[in-house]
T-cell receptor
C-alpha cells in the first residue's frame, strides 16, 4: 500500500450521470494530483493542488471539476462525460517543498467506463 | 514537449536474466524518475535520478542518466516473476509537472 486510497475502484456511468471520485492520502503530503491513463496513451496530468489551492489545470474540459477541501482529500466531480473519457483515473500525492517533493505516491486508480 | 519515450515497448525475458529499458526525452530536466505499474493498478515510484547525477543504484535496480544525449536507462538484475509489470520514465522539468512516457511492458517468464 502506498498510503493513497481511491474510491470507487470501478465506476460505470451514463453520459448524463453525475458522479464523484474520491482520493485520500495518509502521508502528510501537501500536494495532490489527478492523472488520466487511457489505453495506448501516456499518463496525462490533469490537475495539481498545493496546500488546497489549484496550481495547475492542464487544459482539462469543464465536465471534470476537481475539489480539494484539505491537504488530505481530493475529489474529481464528473458530469456529462463522453465515452472517450473512459480511462483509469489516478490520484497521487507528494511533498510540495523539500528535496523529495517530486517523488509522487499513487493510489490504485478508479477504472471509469462511460456508456 | 519533453515527453519521455521508452524503448522497447515490450520486453520478454527468462527469470534470472537482466532487463534493460531505455528512455529518451526532449528538453532539459531537473530529474528523471522511474515508476512501475502492475496491470490496472497505480504506479509505484522506483528511483529518482537528478540531472547532476550519472548513475544510481537501489537494490537490483540501476539507473543511468546521460543529459547530453537526453537519455536514461533502467537495469533490473536477476529478474524475478514479480518484476512483470509496465515501467515508465517520467521527466520533471519543474513546477511539479511530471511527463510520462508510454512505458515498457516487461514480462518475466519462469
Amino acid at each position: 500500500e502506498t498510503g493513497v486510497t481511491q474510491t470507487p475502484r470501478h465506476l460505470v456511468m451514463g453520459m448524463t450521470n453525475k458522479k464523484s471520485l474520491k482520493c485520500e492520502q495518509h502521508l502528510g503530503h501537501n500536494a495532490m494530483y489527478w492523472y488520466k491513463q487511457s489505453a495506448k496513451k501516456p499518463l496525462e496530468l490533469m490537475f495539481v493542488y498545493n496546500f488546497k489551492e489549484q496550481t495547475e489545470n492542464n487544459s482539462v474540459p469543464s465536465r471534470f471539476s476537481p475539489e480539494c477541501p484539505n491537504s488530505s482529500h481530493l475529489f474529481l466531480h464528473l458530469h456529462t462525460l463522453q465515452p472517450e473519457d473512459s480511462a483509469l483515473y489516478l490520484c497521487a500525492s507528494s511533498q510540495a517543498r523539500g528535496g523529495n517533493r517530486n517523488e509522487q505516491f499513487f493510489g490504485p486508480g478508479t477504472r471509469l467506463t462511460v456508456l | 514537449s519533453q515527453q519521455g519515450e521508452e524503448d522497447p515497448q515490450a520486453l520478454s525475458i527468462q527469470e534470472g536474466e537482466n532487463a534493460t529499458m531505455n528512455c529518451s526525452y526532449k528538453t532539459s530536466i531537473n530529474n528523471l524518475q522511474w515508476y512501475r505499474q502492475n496491470s490496472g493498478r497505480g504506479l509505484v515510484h522506483l528511483i529518482l535520478i537528478r540531472s547532476n547525477e550519472r548513475e544510481k543504484h537501489s537494490g537490483r535496480l540501476r539507473v543511468t542518466l546521460d543529459t547530453s544525449k537526453k537519455s536514461s536507462s533502467l537495469l533490473i538484475t536477476a529478474s524475478r516473476a514479480a518484476d512483470t509489470a509496465s515501467y515508465f520514465c517520467a521527466t520533471d522539468g519543474g513546477a511539479q509537472k511530471l511527463v510520462f512516457g508510454q512505458g515498457t511492458r516487461l514480462t518475466i517468464n519462469p
